[in-house]
């Protein structure tokens, strides 16, 4: 994919999509669809939250997935793939994408939950 920059996106992709808000974090920009991150931008590249769910609209592009490198350099795959060019240039495609990406950062936050809420309850079981 080319490289695209924060504002290119907020001032012509997403701003005629209602309810993307962004906010700038880690070195990049997150973006929300009504308050659910569904994006980021890292190393100029454009990342949209899959999930076992969606993973294959990225395979069939053969998009790479966001890896990330500590600063002891720990590798760690996250769940987002790059976002195929030709997807960004077509708004009603951009907004199924949208829309399948929260979908899957809504899986992932309910799974997230799930294993929080396990782990919090196993001492009291023990007692």
């Known amino acids: 994919m080319v490289s695209v920059s924060r504002n290119y996106l907020i001032l012509d992709v997403f701003s005629a999509l209602p309810g993307i808000t962004y906010k700038n974090m880690f070195g990049g920009c997150c973006f929300y669809k009504d308050g659910i991150i569904f994006a980021c931008i890292a190393d100029g590249k454009l990342y949209f939250k899959a999930d076992a769910e969606t993973r294959s609209l990225f395979d069939t592009y053969e998009s790479s997935q966001f890896v990330y490198e500590s600063k002891h350099h720990k590798i760690t795959p996250m769940p987002y ?16 994408w949208i829309e399948a990406s929260v979908a899957a950062s809504l899986r992932l936050r309910k799974k997230h939950k799930v294993k929080s809420r396990i782990v919090q309850t196993l001492p009291s079981l023990i007692n």
């Open 81 to 96: 793939w790059e976002l195929p060019e030709q997807i960004l240039e077509d708004q009603e495609q951009l907004k199924t």
